[in-house]
């Protein structure tokens, strides 16, 4: 009786220990599968563009600035110009990374910041306030991104002409540059959206 007794107790025992065993063991494949999934993550993260590759190495050449050619005609949708000053304009960007994507840039063909007068500077950033308050009227956005690539090794795409990039961001909108078999889905076309900025600018334009 006491042997079945000794028996039955070392059964439990053997029992409990290789269920311990197991949740050890689960609970190291369940850090090492976190782990892996959090490598899996960030490779996720990275955006490869061989496209770009061409700017970078400046292979893609154009006879003349697109920004300058906008800035010397009236405004209209050829241009995609959708407000002048004096010294700035806002244009739509032709190939938006979200609706009402636009680029604020001076109207002089200068590529460096410091190159701007003082009332060129402060112009810029007066236009570029007015570009944010558009979109948050217009597109009510949960944040934006608002960027200067400056200059060529910082991935401008026209490193002659400083253009900054606003754009509207929402929750669950994918990463910055979000690209899926090189095409990205925008929810209305480039004349929708320039007609939404174009009446909003006549109404607050003096």
Request: hydrophobic share 30%; aromatic share 12%; charged share 30%.
């Given at each position: 009786m006491k042997n079945k007794k000794r028996i039955k107790k070392k059964s439990q025992s053997l029992i409990v220990d290789k269920s311990l065993?197991?949740?050890?063991?689960?609970?190291?494949?369940?850090d090492q599968n976190k782990t892996k999934s959090l490598a899996l993550g960030l490779?996720?993260?990275v955006l490869f563009r061989p496209d770009r590759y061409q700017y970078v190495r400046q292979k893609i050449k154009t006879d003349s600035c697109v920004f300058c050619f906008a800035s010397k005609e009236k405004i209209k949708f050829e241009t995609l110009c959708i407000y002048k000053t004096e010294y700035s304009l806002v244009l739509l960007n032709k190939f938006p990374y979200n609706s009402g994507h636009l680029l604020v840039l001076p109207r002089s063909h200068k590529g460096h910041l410091l190159s701007l007068s003082e009332i060129e500077f402060q112009d810029l950033h007066l236009t570029l306030k007015k570009a944010v308050q558009a979109i948050e009227k217009l597109y009510q956005p949960a944040a934006l991104n608002i960027g200067l690539n400056h200059?060529?090794?910082?991935?401008?795409?026209?490193?002659?002409?400083?253009?900054?990039?606003?754009?509207p961001r929402w929750?669950?909108?994918?990463?910055?540059?979000?690209l899926i078999a090189e095409t990205k889905a925008v929810v209305e076309t480039l004349e929708q959206t320039?007609?939404?900025?174009s009446e909003y600018f006549l109404e607050i334009s003096p």
């Open positions: 065993k197991q949740k050890k063991s689960a609970k190291k494949n369940g490779v996720k993260r200059g060529k090794a910082a991935g401008a795409g026209l490193p002659d002409h400083l253009h900054y990039h606003v754009i929750e669950g909108d994918l990463n910055f540059f979000p320039y007609q939404k900025f």
